[in-house]
């Protein structure tokens, strides 16, 4: 057999694009690879215009970065031109050579891109339908806009490039409205934000980025600015490819946080849905929200006592290959030397969130006194149970104070014991994805205050307990704790008395 011996079997360029064009790109993942580009060319400002025309709507993205000339314009518009596993500069996004090619065909049958370096302009497109009515299998790189498209080009800047698609056949479908467009646009707006949260954050950004001209405001997904956020130390770990930066945080309690902070910080899926860990490279974001695989006996799936847990995870610009990052930045996996003490510093985040989410944010540190828990866990051989704790204030002065009526008394708390709605609980919860109302949440001050008197007299009168002994106690004492100026308002009962 004579190994020498070959064929030259170009693909059919018709036939490769559409095939391309399945990759699994949404437009605001691949609005997000030619923003890459953008930054790679050093850009420091992103326009995305989108234009509503019906069938014939556009997006363009602009940026000022240092613009290509016309040879290296054919460069970029060739598809494999660049090997992955050449070495790159270390702030470039990319690695593939297609990001832009693929982006775009996933979204458009026309792609025109316009640079201009040094004040001169290059113009290239491709455009899908002139392929499969060439009958040849040639590659057709066009020069130029189409025609009636000049008007495109005009907002390109003394330096810089446009991206311009048009034909947008796999995002403007038969009955797409106006309104659907919009809908679009707010997708990809909160996508950006963030996926380039951190070239946009701080008082002098390293990218503006504006979508039909209303500057882009940067979604944070740690709160790490939050006082009530908890963080680990950051975490070095050395990989084949480089140094990996881990660390976590879990986020404040519903209980903690402002309305609008609450919303904002669940993302457009939801706060379940948004824990794991956030992948970037470059301190672009790759992927958002993920357990990676990880977890023992079986990979972790998302669930509503861990929503609380987020954990960044940075990896070097060479760590691609080790990483298995796919061409459209969406999949990592971590290698095998780094999967344990991932997996270690995961279950140290989830337990703490864990924590969070049950107690709604009041967890101990240090030497502070732990909070009196109305509710206790049993963990036997048979499972865990949920029982009454009848040392709590409350129940503790009610028994002591029984009598005859003790038997009765313990025997009804026992009912109650056992007819906890677990399931019904579990339930409300995963479908409202926010933990049942307790604590007084929402209830007046004055309800909680005749509560509250109930159990300081009884402690006072009965229990034996100073008036100042009684107070200090409440406050750490569930759901009271959360309660302080009432507590401190609570007045002796002899003089309450004394005073009427």
Not at 302 to 321: G, Q, V, Y
Not at 405 to 431: C, G, N, S
């Amino acid at each position: 057999m004579n190994l020498n011996r070959s064929r030259h079997a170009p693909p059919r360029a018709s036939a490769m694009i559409e095939s391309l064009r399945g990759l699994g790109y949404s437009a605001s993942t691949a609005l997000a690879d030619l923003i890459d580009n953008s930054i790679s060319a050093g850009a420091d400002q992103v326009d995305l215009m989108f234009q509503w025309r019906g069938a014939e709507s556009n997006i363009r993205v602009l940026d000022n970065g240092c613009g290509m000339t016309d040879a290296e314009l054919d460069k970029a518009m060739r598809l494999g031109e660049r090997d992955p596993r050449d070495m790159r500069g270390t702030g470039d996004l990319g690695r593939f050579g297609m990001g832009m090619k693929t982006a775009s065909f996933s979204q458009c049958r026309r792609l025109t891109v316009a640079s201009r370096k040094g004040g001169v302009t290059s113009c290239l497109r491709w455009d899908l339908d002139v392929l499969v009515s060439s009958g040849n299998d040639g590659w057709l790189l066009l020069e130029g806009p189409h025609e009636g498209s000049d008007d495109l080009l005009s907002v390109l800047g003394p330096n810089g490039t446009l991206v311009a698609w048009e034909v947008l056949d796999r995002l403007v479908t038969p009955g797409f409205s106006e309104q659907d467009f919009l809908d679009v646009l707010d997708r990809v707006e909160q996508h950006l934000a963030m996926v380039f949260h951190r070239y946009l954050e701080g008082q002098h950004p390293k990218l503006k980025l504006t979508i039909n001209g209303r500057l882009l405001v940067p979604w944070d997904p740690f709160l790490a600015a939050h006082p009530a956020t908890s963080s680990s130390p950051v975490e070095r770990m050395p990989t084949a490819s480089g140094m990996v930066e881990v660390q976590w945080h879990v986020l404040p309690h519903k209980d903690k946080l402002d309305p609008g902070v609450h919303e904002s910080a669940g993302g457009r899926d939801g706060w379940t849905a948004q824990q794991g860990f956030y992948v970037y490279r470059n301190e672009r974001m790759l992927l958002a929200g993920s357990w990676l695989g990880l977890g023992s006996p079986r990979p972790w799936s998302k669930e509503e006592a861990f929503r609380l847990a987020r954990i960044r995870m940075d990896i070097p610009n060479s760590a691609d290959e080790e990483w298995k990052i796919d061409i459209r930045k969406s999949v990592a996996r971590p290698p095998v030397s780094v999967r344990n003490r991932l997996t270690r510093l995961a279950e140290d985040a989830r337990t703490h969130a864990r924590r969070v989410f049950a107690h709604r944010g009041q967890i101990s540190r240090g030497n502070a006194q732990a909070v009196s828990h109305a509710w206790r866990v049993d963990q036997g051989e048979s499972g865990v149970r949920y029982r009454i704790d009848e040392n709590h204030p409350a129940v503790r002065g009610v028994l002591d104070g029984a009598g005859p009526l003790l038997p009765a008394l313990k025997a009804m708390l026992r009912v109650i014991e056992e007819t906890v709605p677990v399931q019904r609980i579990w339930l409300d919860t995963a479908e409202a994805q926010e933990t049942p109302r307790t604590g007084f949440a929402g209830e007046p001050p004055a309800e909680v205050a005749t509560i509250l008197g109930a159990v300081f007299r009884n402690m006072v009168e009965r229990r034996g307990y100073s008036p100042s002994e009684a107070r200090e106690r409440l406050l750490h004492t569930e759901p009271f704790h959360d309660y302080p100026d009432l507590v401190a308002a609570l007045q002796d009962p002899e003089q309450e008395r004394e005073s009427q």
